[in-house]
């Protein structure tokens, strides 16, 4: 079992910055592909952005390519998510997500992850 907890959510203007945390702990030995994934109310989990074991391959959502950059301290069992240039459609609860891999895959599809937290809200002011 591992459990994902993020922080670093808040309100910020338009054109603003956050760096979400997103600590696990439990298992934390094994190998897990790590996952940025965001809801907006009356709306679908959208994918935001992956990270690989290792941390040498991500990707991300069209929408927010160039702006948001995900990366992971496995010393510290911490990923993050650096959000520049915020747009108020970036609105949204923002959710980390973990499933054992011992390959360099990435993810993208909510349910092919085991492991969320609980959210933390990003509010996007114009």
């Known amino acids: 079992q591992v459990q994902l907890v993020e922080s670093g959510g808040g309100l910020v203007q338009a054109g603003g910055s956050l760096r979400l945390s997103c600590a696990a702990s439990g298992r934390t030995s094994n190998s897990y592909a790590m996952g940025w994934f965001r809801q907006a109310p009356g709306s679908e989990r959208e994918f935001v952005g992956a990270i690989n074991w290792s941390g040498d391959s991500t990707d991300y959502a069209d929408s927010v390519k160039g702006r948001f950059t995900i990366s992971r301290d496995n010393a510290k069992n911490t990923v993050f998510l650096q959000m520049n240039s915020l747009k108020p459609e970036d609105t949204a609860v923002y959710y980390c997500?973990?499933?054992?891999?011992?390959?360099?895959?990435?993810?993208?599809?909510?349910?092919?992850?085991?492991?969320w937290g609980q959210g933390t809200q990003v509010t996007v002011s114009s």
């Open positions: 997500a973990a499933r054992l891999s011992k390959v360099g895959r990435l993810y993208t599809i909510p349910y092919e992850y085991d492991y």
